[in-house]
């Protein structure tokens, strides 16, 4: 379901790939993509869809009379204490509710998730004294952390896609869109979309996470932060909320530029690797290391069968979208086919109980720091084994032995 009530507002990107079916629901408020300018939603409309500056959350005392319990107060109106066995009476209830008291009598029921105080306008939600109130400009404030971090770091234009708020204002979002742009190369995430979200009835933390479409509605909200996709930021609400500077640090962390990485990446696009000699060297060097290789003389078996089969999926991921026609033919064209089989392919190793970050926010470093145990075996003798093919390219050590990959990036 949509979620989106009348009192909810929301903005969304139409036309950009991460849009998806787009405004479906026919609730939200569309600006179309522009291809050219590429600029995304203006802060002004993200902040008058998300009420900043209009409403906010606002915090009341609870005086819970269902039990028939009478405040007792002095001349001056102070509050002494209870008689259980007098009466309540309305003078005390209206000396409550002139306090600022929310009073509750008879048979009213507290529900945790009945809704939030917004203005003059319940319902309300009724949370512990250890919960903390986060208004919905933090949701932009660290959007713009990623986005500014997009822009220093890499010098690319990160633009807000959608923004709204759903069930009765009970839940905020921001979605943010990573484009498709060679500046991101060694950042398997370009063409997802960075949401944050969070909620104002218990209902879940301040969530951060990749997905490959942004949030639209309720059916998205929950599908990408509070469904399978690993939550990169979770900050529960507690009365600690305020203190978001580890939040904001993963998300610069999550799209920075790593000066030895970045170095090394370059190093790889430099060193050209010859296709026919990537895939001999990955028919004869790389899966062998890594996956049992049949015995010819026992003649045609399974297990060629297999090593067959690896051979063409990490071909066809070395010619997919996901490794640009201009890098082919180099080092970092045959590590980010090898590794976009293993990412996208087979199951990434994880410890057990963990699920897996998303890829794009380790994808940095493994990609250049490839090793045993980081769950891509393959990119790891792509990286670590003496290459035959790229033998009279990268040269040899003083043993006379072909520098491999890892050599050559950590020189």
């Not at 917004?118 to 404030?141: A, I």
Request: proline share 4%.
């Amino acid at each position: 379901m949509h979620e989106i009530t009348g009192r909810d507002h929301v903005i969304l990107m139409e036309g950009h790939p991460l849009s998806g079916m787009g405004n479906w629901h026919k609730k939200g408020e569309v600006v179309r993509w522009d291809t050219e300018a590429q600029t995304g939603l203006e802060h002004e409309d993200i902040r008058r869809v998300l009420g900043v500056g209009e409403w906010e959350i606002q915090t009341v005392r609870l005086a819970d009379l269902r039990r028939q319990v009478l405040p007792q107060r002095d001349s001056a109106g102070v509050l002494l204490g209870c008689n259980e066995d007098h009466p309540i009476s309305r003078s005390d209830i209206a000396h409550l509710q002139d306090d600022g008291y929310i009073v509750l009598r008879g048979d009213a029921e507290i529900d945790g998730h009945v809704g939030i105080a917004c203005g003059d306008q319940p319902p309300h939600y009724f949370p512990t004294q250890q919960y903390g109130v986060l208004q919905n400009h933090t949701l932009l404030d660290l959007a713009d952390i990623f986005i500014t971090a997009g822009k220093i770091e890499r010098d690319v234009t990160l633009p807000l896609l959608s923004a709204g708020t759903l069930r009765d204002r009970r839940l905020a979002f921001v979605s943010v869109g990573l484009p498709d742009d060679n500046a991101l190369d060694g950042m398997v995430a370009k063409g997802s979309a960075l949401n944050l979200g969070t909620s104002h009835d218990g209902s879940c933390a301040l969530v951060g996470c990749l997905a490959p479409y942004i949030v639209v509605c309720g059916n998205t909200f929950r599908a990408s932060l509070l469904g399978t996709a690993p939550q990169e930021v979770k900050v529960k609400h507690t009365s600690a909320i305020e203190d978001l500077s580890e939040a904001r640090e993963i998300l610069r962390a999550m799209i920075s530029a790593n000066d030895a990485t970045d170095v090394a990446i370059q190093r790889l696009l430099n060193t050209p690797y010859p296709i026919n000699a990537f895939h001999t060297d990955l028919k004869e060097t790389i899966l062998p290391a890594v996956y049992a290789k049949g015995d010819d003389k026992q003649g045609w078996t399974g297990t060629h069968t297999r090593m067959e089969n690896r051979l063409d999926e990490v071909w066809t991921s070395f010619y997919g979208d996901g490794v640009p026609q201009s890098v082919r033919g180099t080092a970092w064209g045959a590590l980010m086919g090898v590794q976009g089989w293993e990412q996208h392919s087979r199951g990434q190793r994880t410890i057990e109980g963990h699920q897996p970050r998303h890829r794009a926010a380790v994808a940095i470093q493994r990609t250049v720091e490839s090793r045993q145990g980081t769950g891509y075996p393959l990119s790891d003798a792509l990286m670590r084994r003496s290459l035959p093919g790229l033998a009279n390219i990268v040269g040899t050590d003083d043993a006379g032995n072909t520098r491999t990959l890892a050599d050559l990036v950590s020189a």
